[in-house]
């Protein structure tokens, strides 16, 4: 049973860098053609794809977003960490993360999501 | 980018009614195109990915259709627990992009 799971704060301050990190079980990102990608949702809005990370380390960011993304992944852990820098009260959302099975970029299983409010 | 449109944005309908959602792809995308629903404060839900292949445990009122930039999600017998919001999503090329939803709520 795949399972995964957002953590990290709920609220930041403007200009401060935000990371987040999914914590999964049921799957390797040591598998071929196995991802995990981020999704961000502000409130009462449409849902925005991030950045994902394959299993053999090849990354792909969001282009609107690319410089203020980084994505890692930590296979004996079973993490992967996002960091976001000098957030802005704009990307206050509910941030997911999900799984990318290997036979296309679709999302199967998601995160729960952890909403982050950015304000001072 | 590839936008995705989404039309109705919110549709109002019974319990036992055909609906159809639709998402035009603002350039062709093959069938590389997925159908997620999304219940308030709740993560979405994969139906529907190759445009046409339901995911295991979808009902199967819940069909896809299309190819190219048209394309339908219909359910065929709404049923009260599919009062949700719906997004397409593109995975031709990257970046990655979802439709604006439609809001499905009960008449």
């Known amino acids: 049973q795949i399972t995964l799971k957002e953590s990290g704060p709920t609220l930041v301050k403007p200009t401060q860098t935000l990371t987040l990190t999914c914590t999964f079980s049921g799957f390797s990102l040591s598998t071929s053609g196995v991802g995990v990608g981020w999704i961000r949702q502000p409130p009462g809005k449409a849902l925005e794809w991030l950045v994902l990370i394959y299993w053999d380390d090849d990354k792909r960011y969001s282009p609107s977003l690319k410089s203020r993304l980084t994505i890692t992944k930590d296979t004996s852990k079973n993490q992967v960490v996002l960091t976001m820098t000098n957030m802005d009260p704009v990307d206050t959302a509910t941030y997911y993360c999900?799984?990318?099975?290997?036979?296309?970029?679709?999302?199967?299983?998601w995160g729960q999501g952890t909403l982050v409010t950015v304000s001072s | 980018d590839i936008q995705l449109t989404q039309s109705p944005s919110f549709l109002s309908a019974s319990v036992g009614d055909r609906v159809t959602i639709t998402c035009r792809a603002s350039q062709g995308i093959s069938s590389y195109l997925a159908w997620y629903q999304q219940e308030p404060g709740k993560a979405p839900k994969l139906l529907i990915y190759a445009a046409a292949t339901l995911q295991s445990g979808v009902p199967s009122r819940f069909s896809g259709s299309g190819s190219g930039t048209e394309f339908a999600l219909t359910i065929s017998s709404l049923q009260p627990e599919d009062f949700a919001t719906y997004y397409c999503?593109?995975?031709?090329?990257?970046?990655?992009?979802f439709g604006g939803g439609t809001k499905v709520e009960i008449k």
């Open positions: 999900a799984h990318i099975p290997g036979y296309g970029d679709y999302f199967d299983y």
């Open positions: 999503q593109q995975l031709n090329s990257y970046p990655l992009t």
